[in-house]
């Protein structure tokens, strides 16, 4: 395409909450990707990013207070989490509780559920995951998609990746669909010590999800731009073919000598006895 061409192109800001998908960011991806099947443009996704948000209310993190079974031996566990009545009268709509009065006449509100007063902390991100799955796994058959796994990928992120027609790693960074060190935690040993060991090159390069690995950027994207010249401007269009420099009505003088080269008949080749292309 030396006129160029359209794609659309949709990355992770790495740089914000490390390139997490909360609410916001999930609408974003399935309104992206949703337009490239409307327009079947290809769609390149360079994939950096944590996974699925899931956040934190500072609000409550800062004030609540935990009721032991026995104060003075906190390792025989905890009955409840709570706020004082001051703290839940601060931030009563970050919390769902109910209030508890001591025999001291002490009042606790112990928290049933956390809600937290910014949206995009808990589970409606796993919804939004499933939404864009959902849509990219859609594109596959209506459109060219693309992953460029740029930065560490992880959860929601590893599975886009799979889900895309081709998909690029960087020799440097994984695809994991969740941390070593928590599987190592699970099993009860220290089996894994790395995220590459996981989802490194080794791993997905060999078990297919991965069709190219590069060492760097620049030869990713340089792959990128390669495959895109073997697809249509727009999915089910004309293919992009170059008119050839080699004209078809060229007389083949090519003879073979000893051994014949049907490449040679073919595209041509560099005379031996300085007669030129033949």
């Known amino acids: 395409f030396p006129s160029g061409r359209q794609i659309i192109v949709i990355a992770n800001d790495i740089t914000f909450r490390a390139g997490s998908f909360g ?7 399935e309104a992206v990707t949703n337009l490239a099947c409307e327009k079947k443009l290809p769609l390149i996704y360079l994939a950096a990013n944590s996974g699925a ?4 209310a500072d609000e409550v993190k800062s004030c609540f207070r935990v009721g032991w079974t026995d104060d003075s031996s906190p390792e025989r566990g905890f009955r409840y989490i709570y ?3 001051e703290d ?11 209030k508890m009065q001591l025999d001291s006449g002490e009042i606790r509100w112990v928290i049933d559920s956390v809600v937290g007063k910014e949206d ?3 589970v409606e991100n796993i919804h939004g995951s499933a939404a864009i799955a959902s849509a990219y796994s859609r594109a596959y058959e209506e459109t060219f998609t693309l992953t460029f796994v740029t930065g560490r990928t992880v959860g929601i992120g590893a599975y886009l990746a799979r889900l895309g027609i081709r998909c690029i790693q960087r020799i440097d960074q994984p695809i994991i669909l969740t941390g070593f060190s928590a ?3 699970l099993l009860g040993r220290e089996v894994y010590s790395s995220h590459m060991q996981l ?21 990713g994207v340089s792959n990128i731009l390669r495959w895109l010249s073997y697809v249509p401007a727009n999915i089910g269009g ?3 073919i170059t008119k050839s420099l080699d004209p078809i009505d060229r007389p083949v003088a090519y003879i073979p000598e000893n051994t014949c080269d049907p490449r040679a008949a073919i595209s041509g080749i560099d005379d031996s006895q300085g007669n030129g292309w033949v």
């Not at 948000?53 to 934190?56: A, F, L, P, Q, S």
């Not at 839940?88 to 919390?95: F, G």
């Open 83 to 85: 706020m004082t009545d």
């Open 238 to 240: 004309p293919l992009p």
């Open 120 to 122: 995009g902390l808990g």
């Open 199 to 219: 989802g490194g090159p080794k791993i997905m390069a060999t078990n297919g999800v991965v069709h190219l690995t590069v060492p760097d950027d620049l030869e």
């Open 183 to 185: 599987l190592n935690k």
């Open 53 to 56: 948000r899931i956040g934190i």
């Open 23 to 29: 609410p916001r960011e999930d609408a974003f991806f």
């Open 88 to 98: 839940h009268d601060r931030i009563s709509s970050s919390v769902i509780a109910h």
